[in-house]
């Protein structure tokens, strides 16, 4: 990312320093929009069948504005949530109660946990995930609604959606709310995002105080009318590319026999466990093409991939992935997923306060971890704020060849028993 990959015309032609402006006559003001910008934010409404509010601060501020809107309810939430979801919480004061792993969720843990915290909850999930794997969200808010719970989706890989041949967009399937990064696979401005919220449920007061309290008192005009253009590309051409896309993407991964996920169109994802060497060896035969996967972990190696692409990437792509084909095996060749018992002795506030030292990975064992431990950057957490280092985390994480964690710097105060 950015989807758009510096190859889209009107963002080389159309964005200039000249719109680096601020808050003057006729440009509006995104806090307090009541022309030009509230105007995009209308449409882009009209668009996505929500109550829209621009961001030049990413999903990141969405995400803080959402928790705030929500603050005072008790908030289930899947583990794999975004490292500025862990952040709010603990600037916040809310110790959200985690279900799933870092990668997925099962629905009969959703139902179990709201059950468990009774009315009056959130549910915060993300989907699509880092691997492009995107939740039923259908499913979800039927089980969510059985429970009277608020369904919040983060849907920043997945501004898209609402533009492919099955519209997957969380609002289209009822989220209460979600956030989506328009920079990711549309054409705007790193930093350009949407929040959407059910129309009706909240006043537009409301969600703009609550972006006001964490979003820059200047932000980017340049983002912001990256958003404007990307809605005008969206609207004559958005349909039409992402149905292209998609017929592009079906026939490659039909050509190649990988171990592809079943992931969403934007999304090419292939599970190296499966591949002699894994991920190191499968990046080798990529890079050797001039490629870059938008990230990669133990297992996993993935690509974002949009209607920006040219033939000749689609072409080099397809050198690059067929060098693949002779490192496939059937024996598992990397690090598994692994479902831990996580151990939380300190809520996310009380550990932020106290300070934290990096010691190495065998001295880790049974301290409390004081920050944030993540297998790739922008980070999903693999153990959060305050949890306790277990022998089984360790062996994981030696695996990943981590060789220092952060960790509690004086614990021999601290009120609890760890054990």
């Known amino acids: 990312m950015p989807g758009h990959q510096g190859r889209c015309c009107f963002l080389n032609r159309e964005i200039s320093p000249m719109l680096d402006i601020t808050e003057i006559k006729g440009a509006d003001s995104l806090y307090y929009s009541d022309g030009v910008i509230k105007n995009l934010e209308e449409y882009i409404s009209k668009l ?27 908030i289930v939430a899947a583990r794999g949530a975004h490292i500025s979801f862990y952040n709010i919480c603990a600037i916040l004061g809310i110790s959200p109660f985690f279900i799933g792993n870092s990668r997925t969720v099962e629905y009969v843990d959703v139902e179990n946990a709201l059950l468990n915290v009774g009315r009056n909850a959130v549910l915060y999930v993300t989907s699509p995930n880092y691997y492009g794997e995107v939740l039923d969200i259908k499913k979800i808010k039927n089980i969510c609604d059985k429970f ?65 309290l964490f979003g820059s008192s200047s932000p980017s ?48 994802t292939i599970d190296c466990s499966q591949l002699k060497g894994g991920v190191e060896n499968a990046l080798r035969v990529i890079r050797a093409h001039n490629i870059e996967p938008e990230f990669y972990n133990f297992m996993f190696i993935c690509f974002i991939i949009t209607p920006f692409l040219n033939e000749k990437d689609w072409l080099r792509l397809y050198k690059a992935l067929s060098g693949l084909l002779k490192l496939r095996t059937v024996s598992s060749s990397c690090v598994k997923f692994t479902k831990f018992k996580f151990i939380k002795v300190l809520t996310l506030t009380e550990a932020l306060k106290l300070e934290y030292e990096n010691v190495s990975l065998q001295d880790a064992n049974s301290r409390l971890c004081g920050g944030v431990i993540f297998s790739e950057i922008p980070g999903v957490p693999i153990l959060g704020y305050g949890e306790l280092i277990t022998k089984d985390i360790i062996n994981f994480l030696d695996m990943l060849n981590l060789k220092t964690v952060p960790v509690i710097k004086d614990e021999k105060h601290l009120p609890f028993n760890k054990m």
């Open 48 to 74: 996505y069948g929500s109550s829209a509010y621009i961001s030049a601060g990413g999903s990141t501020l969405c995400v803080q504005a959402m928790i705030w809107l929500l603050k005072g309810r008790k």
């Open 221 to 268: 005009y340049l983002i912001m009318d990256s958003i404007g253009l990307c809605v005008d590309w969206i609207k004559e051409y958005g349909n039409s590319s992402f149905m292209e896309l998609e017929l592009k993407k079906k026939h490659l991964v039909e050509k190649l026999e990988l171990p592809f996920l079943n992931t969403d169109p934007a999304k090419l």
């Open 148 to 212: 009277g719970a608020i369904l919040v989706v983060d849907n920043a890989h997945g501004a898209h959606l609402k533009l492919t041949k099955k519209n997957l967009h969380p609002i289209s399937n009822g989220a209460d709310m979600c956030c989506d990064s328009l920079h990711k696979t549309l054409p705007a401005l790193t930093g350009a995002a949407v929040l959407h919220t059910k129309p009706g449920m909240f006043n537009r007061d409301q969600v703009k105080k609550a972006m006001a």
